[in-house]
């Protein structure tokens, strides 16, 4: 007699063996492992879309690694995409690897892809008609891009859809676990779950019991709440019968079912085929493929896109793992963390913290330490109460960076499998774990990744995100921050419209970007991807747009956006060797379009049109000062032409404040304007006849934007004095309308120089300039050494200098200097 025949969750007479799970669920793993064993079944079903039939044989490979998941994506529309994942500890993992294990037959028998994709298409349409969320209890918010993850449902700690249509029975759509906690005095579902489940082990001849239990408890949930607000479970479910009929007919009785236990009920449900199949009719379909791809922890723990709504799955991989005393391992586990990131952690801190784990576990009424009770004695004992090591507790231990593994045989794309090809031969490997990459580009290895990670960030494909470089900041430096997400695949996938390879479509996609862009701009910082990614077939095409809307576009601000981008390509183009001609004629006559354009775009602007035209200045001094490095076909003094215009702005009344302070100060920088004028200049801003509030924007404008216009006061006390007296002249009630831009302006200075400010204004006009007219020369200091103040320091630096014995007679400077040649002979 099979266990099948045995009661349990079979029914009597050789039914089906309905094995109740929660997805991702350690101790449900373990207990279909178990169930499976006794029952030996001739064929396992498995909730899941039956399209992946045919990748299930590859989960057998030594080189298919959980985390994955199985996904699926339109033929036609690749961003039309859903996944189901599986871990080491999900159920449906485990029956897999049992049925390949036992050269028994296993199939998915869930709704196919090709419908559940059509419903993410009707649901991305229609925000009221959403595909089902399906099995409690992990959660997927809808994601605008993809279809939600089929088999999983909202969880109590994620606010309802407010868009979802309810069941006509219920208001809200309800968390069975959350359900049966609150019944059993709970108030966290997963503590309930951890407690009633996870602690308990699997004994012999108890195979069965759990999901007996679960289906009892599932059963009087749906009596009550029926459906509970999962409406399209309906289908589903009436597909899965259908499949599990099939299946009893084909291998008569002996056949397992691994599904979400919210399921079991309807399953055991007796109805009619032709109901069955009436509901069924008419679904919206849709050309589906589907394939394996890498999963992580991290995205198991996420509560939307496509995550599974698990709070820690590295915890649960450790509970599915260690063969015994979890919570001892456990503790090893975080020490031995602790102590690569040099925190003193001892054998006694392991002791002290599994005792006191166990203890408030018996405080709590728990049958065994949870992840509470340990995250509590490990904060206490070896953190010392501190959340800071506790945080990195829980990123890398708790949540977890594990990548998982797929088969090369596995069904991919041409770009993927291009994509693939290339990581390998440049050393790239995908990795959970966020790493920093730095390149020199005279190297041809790292030339080649740059080009790469630049192709594939034109492809919407952001595996690398560039950084700022800790080394040299020379052009021939590059630093990229590099993490693999599971929904990069899918970004892959979709972007295999565009060509076989990386090459051919990140040309393909740049062509097409740059015929579809709308501003100037867009085209010119299109350009500068095409450099970096070395897209010669695309530059050409791109140029003939630049060049035909750099011709129709009049307006100073957009071809002042447009120029920084360009100037920038000039730079990379050459350090990379590519010919840049072309560009550098374009760049040209942009920026002598801007000279001529901005003098009269600078006139009668408000507030905050000034200020984004500050912001263009600044831009177009940048490009200035680097275009005219690049040579060209004809010399061009490009740099004495914007100084020109410079000046212009400068004296102009018409022109705001702060683009005729911003002017004056970004001459002064360029030596093209003496300092006795630029204080000469602010003099007559700061003058009584000029109203407050433009004098306060010109004195933002000269020392204000992040331009080290704090260390130009310092030291400058001339120009110190004309806002200092300026300031202490502005009238009572013009004083609260500038303060604000007085504040805005002094507060982007570093601490240091505003307390080096404060100083200098403390001191006032006489203490600025009494040293100077006392002889010295030179501004905050005397004309004479003070020697006893001088002495003060002395003992400090001989004990810097590793020198003994008190100072010698003959003043500080005989001392100082006797002691330096002696550390130098």
Known sequence: ?????????????????????????????????????????????????????????????????????????????????????????????????????????????????????????????????RPPAGDPPSAVAPDPHVAPDPHVAPDPHVA??????????????????????????????????????????????????????????????????????HERDLVREAYMRLQVRAAQREFGGEVAVVCGAWHVPALRRKTAVAADRALLKGLPKIKADMTWVPWTHRRLSRMSGYGAGIESPGWYGHLFAAPDRPVERWMTRVAGLLREEDRIVSSAHVIEAVRLAGT??????????????????????????????????????????????????????????????????????????????????????????????????????????????????????????????PELSVRVAEAGVWGTTVLAAATAKAEADALGAQALADVTGLAERCLLAELPQALPVVMRVLAARAALDTDVGHLAQALPALVRSLRYGDVRGTATGALAEVAAGLAERIFVGLPPACAALDADAAEEMRRHVDAVHGAVGLLGDVPGPEPRDLRGRWQTVLRVLSVRDTVPGVLRGRAVRLLLDDGELAQDEAARLMGLVLSPGTPPGDAAAWIEGFVGGGSGGGMLLVHDERLLGLVDAWLTGVPAEAFTDVLPLLRRTFSAYEPGVRRTLGELVRRGPAGRHGATAAGSGIPGFAADLDSARADAVLPVLRLLLGLDGPARPGGVEEDIDNDLAGVAG
């Open 160 to 229: 309802p859809d407010p868009d979802a249509a309810p069941a006509a029975d219920v208001d809200v759509r309800i968390d069975p676990l959350a359900v049966l906690a609150d019944a059993a005095g709970y108030d966290d579902p997963e503590r309930w779950w951890e407690d009633v489940v996870e602690h308990r082990g699997v004994g012999a001849g108890d195979a069965f019991a759990p999901f007996v239990a679960l289906e009892e408890a599932m059963g009087a949930l749906r009596e009550a709440y029926g459906t509970g607000g």
């Open 1 to 129: 007699m099979t266990g099948l025949d045995r009661g349990g969750s079979g029914a009597a007479g050789g039914g089906p063996l309905l094995l109740g799970v929660r997805h991702h669920g350690p101790g449900s793993a373990r207990a279909v492992g178990a169930a499976l064993d006794a029952a030996r079944p001739r064929v396992v079903l498995i909730e899941g879309p039956p399209e992946a039939d045919a990748l299930i044989p590859l989960a057998a490979g030594e080189d298919m690694r959980p985390p994955v998941a199985l996904l699926a994506h339109a033929v036609d529309e690749p961003g039309r995409s859903a996944f189901w994942p599986l871990a080491e500890f999900s159920p449906e993992w485990v029956a897999i690897r049992w049925a390949l294990r036992h050269e028994v037959p296993a199939r998915f028998v869930d709704l196919p892809a090709t419908h559940t994709l059509a419903w993410g298409a009707q649901a991305a349409a229609d925000p009221g008609d």
């Open 360 to 485: 408030l576990a018996a405080m709590r009424g728990r049958p065994l330490p949870g992840l509470g009770e340990t995250t509590d004695a490990v904060r206490a004992v070896m953190c010392e109460g501190s959340d800071v090591p506790l945080a990195l507790v829980h990123d890398r231990l708790v949540v977890g960076d594990v990548l998982g593994e797929v088969p090369q045989d596995a069904p991919a794309v041409p770009l993927q499998r291009d994509l693939d090809r290339t990581q390998r031969r440049l050393r790239l490997k995908p990795e959970a774990l966020e790493r920093e990459l730095e390149l020199d580009l005279r190297k041809e290895t790292d030339a080649a990744r740059s080009r790469l990670l630049h192709r594939l960030r034109l492809l919407g494909i952001a595996w690398g995100e560039p950084a700022v470089s800790r080394g040299s900041t020379g052009t021939f430096r590059e630093a990229w921050r590099l993490r693999w997400e």
